[in-house]
């Protein structure tokens, strides 16, 4: 079965750091461009980075998070990580990772339809 599962998420002061990670079963990610997005309480769901597949190398990261997020992939743990650094209370969500067979990568949530993880929430906070 195709399966996404985000882990890492947790409780974190303003100014700190976290590392995501989006582990999928039933698949090889490597042939897969992954997305990054999250959604806050009472706010729609937004892409925050991206990745391609790994032939291609390509990252992008939504203008909100540029300079501090940096996602990355481990293909001989079939994972991706995200690596957050100056997080802010901007930053509170669940941050979801979908994967599709798409060229490139986008921070477009419609164009990822394959697989989808259940979320990890982060809250940044005092």
């Known amino acids: 079965q195709v399966q996404l599962v985000e882990s890492g998420g947790g409780l974190v002061q303003p100014g700190g750091s976290l590392r995501l990670s989006c582990e999928a079963s039933?698949?090889?990610?490597?042939?897969?461009?992954i997305g990054w997005f999250r959604q806050a309480p009472g706010k729609e769901r937004e892409g925050v980075a991206c990745?391609?597949?790994?032939?291609?190398?390509?990252?992008y990261n939504a203008r909100s998070v540029q300079g501090r997020f940096t996602v990355s992939r481990d293909n001989a743990k079939n994972t991706v990580w995200l690596e957050m650094n100056s997080l802010t209370p901007e930053d509170t969500a669940v941050y979801y990772c979908?994967?599709?067979?798409?060229?490139?990568?986008?921070?477009?949530?419609?164009?990822?339809?394959?697989?989808w993880g259940q979320g990890t929430p982060v809250t940044v906070t005092l």
């Open positions: 979908a994967a599709d067979n798409i060229h490139g990568c986008s921070l477009v949530p419609e164009r990822y339809t394959e697989a």
């Open positions: 039933g698949f090889t990610m490597d042939d897969y461009a």
């Open positions: 990745i391609s597949r790994s032939s291609d190398g390509r990252t």
